[in-house]
């Protein structure tokens, strides 16, 4: 039979003290909490603002978003930089208000978008036009400083056309005006 050596006795060692000093039930119970524990770190919410004007603060612009300031009908107008629908300037409206037959909804999204002929960012509140079938025109995707549903006052996903008048529930367009400068 061979000889044991050092390592092989220290290993001895400490998995007879750990099996002496603990029991099986409170090993597996420690395990589980661990990965029970693990498993819920991605359910916390995580506020990503910070992150998103940290990547845009050197351009005021993200990779591939070229703002423009001459075609408000356009996607890439400066202030649709968080627009998800259609723009109501196509659709009869203008930038701030609605088109005829249409109700304003009561609540926004808001997010900060940056002007590229002054160089300046201003806080835009994104309002949706309510009670009339989709505009289909001008439609728009853009996701500037969108977060999760679980920001609502930051997500762009949401019909905002709950709690218009006359229960118009129906989303027809979105207006983009001016809050105030950001920052």
């Known amino acids: 039979m061979a000889s044991k050596s050092k390592f092989d006795d220290l290993v001895e060692q400490f998995s007879r003290h750990v099996a002496g000093h603990t029991s099986r039930r409170g090993f597996i119970g420690r395990i589980g909490t661990a990965l029970a524990g693990a498993a819920m770190v991605p359910l916390l919410p995580v506020d990503r603002s910070g992150r998103v004007s940290r990547a845009y603060a050197g351009s005021g612009t993200r990779e591939g978003w070229k703002p423009q300031n001459t075609d408000a009908q356009a996607c890439d107008y400066w202030r649709h930089c968080s627009l998800d629908g259609y723009i109501c300037d196509c659709a009869g409206g203008s930038l701030t208000e609605c088109p005829p037959g249409t109700k304003l909804s009561p609540s926004s999204w808001v ?12 806080l835009i509140a994104y309002r949706d036009c309510c009670g009339k079938n989709i505009a289909l ?6 996701t500037e400083g969108e977060l999760p549903v679980y920001r609502p006052e930051f997500s762009n996903d949401i019909i905002w056309c709950y709690g218009a008048e ?3 529930m129906t989303y027809h367009c979105t207006i983009s005006p001016i809050v105030g400068k950001a920052g």
């Open 111 to 122: 997010a900060s978008c940056f002007n590229p002929t002054d160089k300046q960012s201003y």
């Open 137 to 142: 025109r001008c439609a728009c995707l853009n």
């Open 166 to 168: 006359d229960n118009a």
